[in-house]
């Protein structure tokens, strides 16, 4: 069941990031980002939501190929 599921956290990919709410939702103002934003789409950032690195362990302990999103303004 999703109940058992959850309580297991099998097949979840976030392990850590606001296990107490249901839905992770970040909200980052465009005017905000100054240069460029690195966001993070491994899950395992303690700088949540952008990228600290943290993929980099990530992906040597698991074979995994993850990396952030980046946010940029166009170059002119
Ligand atoms: Fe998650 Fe870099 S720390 S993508």
Known sequence: ???K???SGKGQI???IRKDINK???FIDIE???E???LCRCWRSKNWPYCDGAHGAHNR???DNTGPVV???KEN
Do not use: L, Y
Request: aromatic share 0%; proline share 4%; net charge positive.
């Open 71 to 73: 946010v940029r303004h």
């Open 14 to 16: 976030n392990p850590c």
């Open 61 to 63: 302990a698991t074979g």
């Open 24 to 26: 992770v939702v970040d």
């Open 5 to 7: 599921a959850k309580e």
């Open 32 to 34: 905000d980002i100054t």
């Open 1 to 3: 069941t999703i109940k």
């Open 36 to 38: 460029k934003a690195s």
